[in-house]
Structure formats: C-alpha cells, structure tokens
C-alpha cells in the first residue's frame, strides 16, 4: 500500500505564501510522477503542477511564476511553494504520485488540504 500525507494548507491574505509538502510511504520501488491537484468548491478538480522524477515540470498557467514545484527523491516526498496568493486559489489541494511497488504500478491521491486565500 501507498499512502499520501499532506500538510501545510491553511488561511493567509492575498499576496501571503504557503508551502505544502507530501510524503509518500510505503512499499515503494521508485516513484514517477508527483504533483498537485485543486479543487474548488463547484468545481472540477485541476492540474497545479507535477514533476517527473527526473526534475521536468509542468504548471497550469494560473499559477505559473506564483507557484513552485519540487520533490526529495530520497524522502519520496514533494513541496509546493505558494507565492502571491489569491483569493481564486482557494481549493482544497490534493498530492499525487505514481509509484511502483512490489505489488505493480499505482496512482495514488492524498487526502486533500486546505488552502484558504482572504482577507
């Protein structure tokens, strides 16, 4: 089994910052891709960013200059560094990665945190 655990959402003001991080455990062989995922309230969950084990990433325009993705191989843990927030990125925010284990190749979701942007 895989499982994901989140921390570091909370409530900040608009232009604040946060940081999440997410660390996967396990039996795991290696980990491919991890990243981020939001949803909103009446909305569809969304791409945030994701970073190959190789260090490639991938941002969704919204976030693009504001956000920051990167990842410990060696924890199997990933951060998402949340730079002049707004209020638009309220959501709760859901870690990702897919891993191979003993028992085959799974993609796994977080529990999700939540990330509140107001004054």
């Known amino acids: 089994q895989v499982q994901l655990v989140e921390s570091g959402g909370g409530l900040v003001q608009p232009g604040g910052s946060l940081r999440l991080s997410c660390a996967a455990s396990?039996?795991?062989?290696?980990?491919?891709?991890m990243g981020w995922y939001r949803q909103a309230p009446g909305k569809e969950r969304e791409l945030v960013a994701v970073?190959?084990?190789?260090?490639?990433?991938n941002y969704a325009d919204s976030v693009k200059g504001r956000f920051t993705i990167s990842r410990d191989n060696a924890k199997n843990t990933v951060y998402l560094q949340m730079n002049s927030l707004k209020p638009e990125d309220t959501a709760v925010y859901y870690c990702?990665?897919?891993?191979?284990?003993?028992?085959?190749?799974?993609?796994?979701w977080g529990q999700g945190t939540l990330v509140t942007v107001s004054s």
């Open positions: 396990g039996s795991i062989f290696s980990i491919n891709t």
């Open positions: 970073i190959t084990a190789g260090g490639s990433t």
């Open positions: 990702y990665a897919e891993a191979l284990t003993p028992d085959g190749y799974f993609k796994r």
